[in-house]
Nanobody, 123 residues
Framework: VQLQASGGGLVQTGGSLRLSCAAS????????MGWFRQAPGKEREGVSC????????VYAAAVKGRFTISKDNAKNTVYLQMNSLKPEDTGVYYC?????????????????WGKGTLVTVSS
């Protein structure tokens, strides 16, 4: 299983980024996917997750209304559209998966992780 996250970068407050996570060695069927982030000096936390059928989706309170998770089963890719970015959104963003249909925002529930992509939001 390989997960490759991309799309991070430097953006100003209020800007947008779209992260992608390309999965190989697995199919999305029966799996849920999640995005997590880790800010400097802080623990990794759940940002959003999407269940096998595309619903339900779950968002951390800090990003609800600003971020949108989606997936393209044909491309084996999960996306995270991030709008109205804030400096506190800065961190390394990781995608992860587990072999359960329903998603989880818990780090310990995830089975496979990709390398992260850095998001920096300047004030």
């Amino acid at each position: 299983v390989q997960l490759q996250a991309s799309g991070g970068g430097l953006v100003q407050t209020g800007g947008s980024l779209r992260l992608s996570c390309a999965a190989s060695g697995l199919t999305f069927s029966g799996r849920s996917m999640g995005w997590f982030r880790q800010a400097p000096g802080k623990e990794r936390e759940g940002v959003s997750c999407i269940s096998d059928g595309g619903w339900p989706t779950v968002y951390a309170a800090a990003v609800k209304g600003r971020f949108t998770i989606s997936k393209d089963n044909a491309k084996n890719t999960v996306y995270l559209q991030m709008n109205s970015l804030k400096p506190e959104d800065t961190g390394v963003y990781y995608c992860a998966t587990r072999s359960r249909s329903y998603c989880s925002g818990r780090v310990g529930d995830m089975e496979s992780w990709g390398k992260g992509t850095l998001v920096t939001v300047s004030s």
